[in-house]
Every structure is written in C-alpha cells, then in structure tokens.
C-alpha cells in the first residue's frame, strides 16, 4: 500500500511550483508522480493530419518525485505527512499524522 495514490489531491513543497495544489494523474514504480497542471514542460508537436492533430507547443506534464508532494487535508487546509494504521478489524488505512483517516 502507497502513501500516495492516483487521485488523491497533493500540494507540492519544493521547486518551481512550490505550494501549488493538483491531482495525481499516476504513480510511477520508481518513486515519482505525475500531477495534473503541476511542473509543465514545452513539448513541440509535429502535425499529424491523419488523426487531426495540429503542430505547435504544448505543454506537458512532467514527473514530481514522490518526496516533494504532501497530501492535502482538507480539515486543515494544509499538506501532511501520512502514516498507517491497523483498525481493530483488522484492515489497514491511510491515516494523517494528527490521527484522521485520508480514505474516507
């Protein structure tokens, strides 16, 4: 289990984009994730008419490592830290270091 996961809404807190907020797009097996709107980059794009595609600029997401995002509690307004915790049914969840549960 991943202390962060596709979906989740995270603040970033260091680089360029230091205090941004977005969603995790996905979740690379080597420690990095893809957050939407957050460290764009310029891509140039070759026009493809066979699929409608026109050339140009673009701007493209690129890869945070893992350790520079926080998970957002919305209580707080703020990114924290995450842990685990077993409940007394035996599952295991996601919890913020204060004690509130991420998955609810």
């Known amino acids: 289990m991943n ?9 970033v807190r260091t ?4 205090g941004r907020r977005g969603t995790v797009l996905q979740v690379f097996k080597d420690g ?3 957050v939407e709107g ?8 070759k026009p493809n008419p066979n699929i409608g595609e026109p050339g140009g600029i673009q701007d493209k997401a690129m890869p ?3 350790s520079n995002v926080l998970v957002f509690n919305q209580k707080s307004k703020r990114g924290e830290r995450v842990g685990f915790r077993v409940e007394k049914d035996g ?6 270091r204060n ?4 998955d609810i």
């Open 32 to 34: 990095r994730v893809l």
């Open 64 to 66: 945070l490592d893992i």
């Open 38 to 45: 957050v460290n764009l980059a310029k891509k140039h794009v």
């Open 91 to 96: 599952s295991k969840v996601r919890v913020f």
């Open 3 to 11: 202390k962060i996961k596709k979906g989740d809404e995270v603040i």
């Open 15 to 18: 680089g360029k984009d230091k």
């Open 99 to 102: 004690g509130d549960v991420v």
